[in-house]
């Protein structure tokens, strides 16, 4: 069983900040891509922010210069420091994970349940 538990979410103010973190457990061989997904009410699921096994990020271009992804491998865990909020940036945010569970299996896709995001402007 793989699980990923996101934290960090809440209510703030445009113009601050949050960071959200999200820490995967359970049977891991390994973590390749890691990243954060957002959902606003009726509205599709995006992709927000990815960063890779070696620490190479890629941003929507909503995001970026606001927002800043990392990962600690050792902790299974990834980040995203959201500066600057605007209320755009409401939502319910998905922490995502490409996990392998043993050395050959396929990688697979491993969600969390979700935390909420909103800006209040």
């Known amino acids: 069983q793989v699980q990923l538990v996101e934290s960090g979410g809440g209510l703030v103010q445009a113009g601050g900040s949050l960071r959200l973190s999200c820490a995967a457990s359970?049977?891991?061989?390994?973590?390749?891509?890691m990243g954060w997904y957002r959902q606003a009410p009726g509205k599709q699921r995006e992709l927000v922010a990815t960063?890779?096994?070696?620490?190479?990020?890629i941003y929507a271009d909503s995001v970026k210069g606001r927002f800043t992804i990392s990962r600690d491998n050792a902790k299974n865990t990834v980040y995203l420091q959201m500066n600057s909020l605007k209320p755009e940036d409401t939502a319910v945010y998905y922490c995502?994970?490409?996990?392998?569970?043993?050395?050959?299996?396929?990688?697979?896709?491993?969600w969390g349940q979700g935390t909420q995001v909103t800006v209040s402007s």
């Open positions: 995502n994970a490409a996990i392998r569970r043993a050395r050959e299996a396929y990688g697979e896709d491993y």
């Open positions: 359970g049977s891991i061989f390994s973590i390749n891509a």
């Open positions: 960063i890779n096994s070696g620490g190479r990020s």
